[in-house]
């Protein structure tokens, strides 16, 4: 008997290849509501319709059958494009973006933000669909963001978007065509099929930590998968930088042989530790403390990423910081000052942090080099009256994330996590965060996000929300320097 099918997309199987596990807790939870990581001004598929003049082609809608799009495709013309064709081949479901009659066979375009290498497996899979009705695509090509657009005034689409039959490796470089890709790739569809029918209908499979649950960030589900809160911080699944380290068997650090961990400075700091917690190196972590120098102050931004630049002057995927909080360290104590803005507000967000910087002393910045220091450079380029004034700024920031980025400081009580919002508890016993309402990035992005079209009420209650989560981030930059000073001494 056949068993009845279920409904699969060209995502399920992308996630399948990398881990059966993630594939099979994403299926079971569809409808998350997890937050895009670009801000969209306008949906993306309105931008590069809009850009190419399709707006009044036919388009595909969803829930289409097959017979549906081989009517859409029908009333075609050489020359002329359906959008949105909507694709299955035994449950599993595909949508081209953008289908092309040809003289003879069609051209299959893929509008995408960042055209990836990784993304030629899903589009041959959306091809041999196509193919199995009877939809012969000969060409392809993909639509994305050109990374070199620098806004005007006005957005032009004309400029922003980039048309290729190359897609782009890790570091954003046009690698090879599409074609090519593929040519070595020939998925099965049936035996595809069968393996995620197979899964999504069987239980969860079991954890296997590999490359891929860390792979580029952190898996979603990789502390549920670990249970990594009930694990010791000697457990060897915490151990970071060391090459094979999933060859490694699971239990203690401590039972490891050191000599292979002694060329990896946070390995061993790990092994060190796993001996006595914490492990400090406090000849190296005074050296990095000396050069410090007072008044001392804390700083931190706030941000959101945009693939589309919204405002003149800002290129493709630049960000926009929307809010800033500074500590500094008086004769009379700990002063704070803080920051919020709306819209482009990146004028006034920097009079204000000038105003606000003292002119003297290091500024302790929590991974800095991607973060605060890289965002000050790009207002630089777009503020150019502003450069040698931000330049002094930038030069005085010391980056506080580097004592244990560098196995200079480690408790196994890390666990292999290094943002702030861990390391601070290593320093005190108070739950900083826990009683904010906001009290991550992420709640901090989607906060910001709402403010446009909240009324006054719910824009003070979430500037308020703001504030004190961005005054935690520096107070929280306080109390780790001090700890560290202190670490030094003892």
């Known amino acids: 008997m056949n068993r009845p099918e279920i409904m699969l997309h060209g995502q399920d199987l992308i996630r399948m290849k990398r881990c059966p596990r993630l594939a099979w807790l994403h299926y079971h939870s569809r409808g998350d509501n997890s937050l895009p990581f670009y801000h969209m001004k306008e949906p993306f598929s309105a931008l590069w319709s809009r850009a190419y003049d399709l707006d009044d082609t036919p388009q595909g809608h969803r829930g289409d059958t097959m017979e549906d799009t081989m009517r859409i495709l029908g009333s075609l013309q050489p020359g002329e494009s359906a959008r949105f064709v909507r694709m299955s081949w035994h449950g599993l479901r595909v949508t081209i973006p953008w289908l092309q009659k040809l003289d003879t066979g069609w051209k299959a375009i893929w509008p995408m933000m960042t055209a990836r290498e990784t993304e030629a497996w899903l589009m041959d899979i959306a091809r041999l669909i196509a193919q199995k009705a009877g939809i012969d695509i000969r060409e392809q090509e993909a639509v994305s963001i050109s990374r070199q657009y620098v806004r005007g005034q006005k957005l032009d689409l004309s400029a922003l978007f980039v048309k290729s039959d190359c897609l782009e490796n890790r570091k954003h470089h046009p690698s090879r065509t599409i074609a090519s890709l593929q040519e070595t790739m020939h998925p099965d569809l049936d035996q595809l099929v069968?393996?995620?029918?197979?899964?999504?209908?069987?239980?969860?499979?079991?954890?296997?930590?590999?490359?891929?649950?860390?792979?580029?960030?952190?898996?979603?589900?990789?502390?549920?998968?670990?249970?990594?809160?009930?694990?010791?911080?000697?457990?060897?699944?915490?151990?970071?930088?060391?090459?094979?380290?999933?060859?490694?068997?699971?239990?203690?650090?401590?039972q490891l042989d050191p000599a292979g961990l002694q060329e990896y400075p946070v390995a061993?700091?790990?092994?060190?530790?796993?001996?006595?917690?914490?492990?400090?190196?406090?000849?190296?972590?005074?050296?990095?403390?000396?050069?410090?120098?007072?008044?001392?102050?804390?700083?931190?931004?706030?941000?959101?990423?945009?693939?589309?630049?919204?405002?003149?002057?800002?290129?493709?995927?630049?960000?926009?910081?929307?809010?800033?909080?500074?500590?500094?360290?008086?004769?009379?104590?700990?002063?704070?000052?803080?920051?919020?803005?709306?819209?482009?507000?990146r004028k006034e967000f920097l009079d204000r942090l000038l105003a606000s910087v003292p002119a003297e002393g290091t500024i302790f910045v929590y991974n800095m080099e991607g973060a605060e220091r890289l965002r000050l450079k790009q207002l630089a380029v777009q503020f150019p009256a502003y450069a040698l004034k931000l330049q002094k700024i930038w030069e005085r920031m010391k980056d506080l994330a580097k004592p244990f980025e560098t196995g200079l400081?480690?408790?196994?009580?890390?666990?292999?996590?290094?943002?702030?919002?861990?390391?601070v508890q290593m320093f005190t016993d108070d739950p900083v965060y826990n009683r904010l309402a906001i009290h991550d990035g992420l709640q901090a992005v989607r906060a910001y996000r709402c403010y446009e079209t909240a009324d006054e009420q719910t824009r003070k209650r979430i500037r308020e929300e703001l504030d004190r989560y961005c005054q935690m981030d520096t107070y929280a930059e306080y109390l780790v320097l001090h700890g560290l000073i202190q670490a030094a001494k003892e």
């Open 194 to 254: 069968n393996e995620a029918r197979t899964l999504f209908e069987g239980p969860c499979p079991p954890a296997v930590n590999s490359r891929s649950c860390a792979l580029g960030k952190r898996c979603t589900y990789y502390d549920d998968c670990f249970q990594t809160d009930r694990r010791s911080g000697d457990d060897t699944l915490f151990l970071r930088s060391v090459p094979h380290r999933f060859e490694i068997r699971e239990g203690p650090i401590s």
């Open 268 to 345: 061993w700091a790990q092994y060190q530790a796993s001996l006595s917690s914490p492990w400090i190196s406090r000849p190296d972590l005074g050296e990095w403390l000396a050069d410090a120098k007072p008044p001392f102050s804390y700083l931190d931004f706030e941000w959101d990423t945009f693939a589309v630049p919204p405002y003149e002057g800002m290129k493709s995927f630049d960000v926009l910081c929307f809010q800033f909080s500074l500590h500094t360290e008086t004769d009379s104590g700990l002063e704070h000052t803080s920051y919020f803005g709306w819209g482009d507000c």
């Open 409 to 423: 400081y480690y408790d196994l009580r890390m666990k292999s996590r290094f943002s702030l919002k861990q390391i």
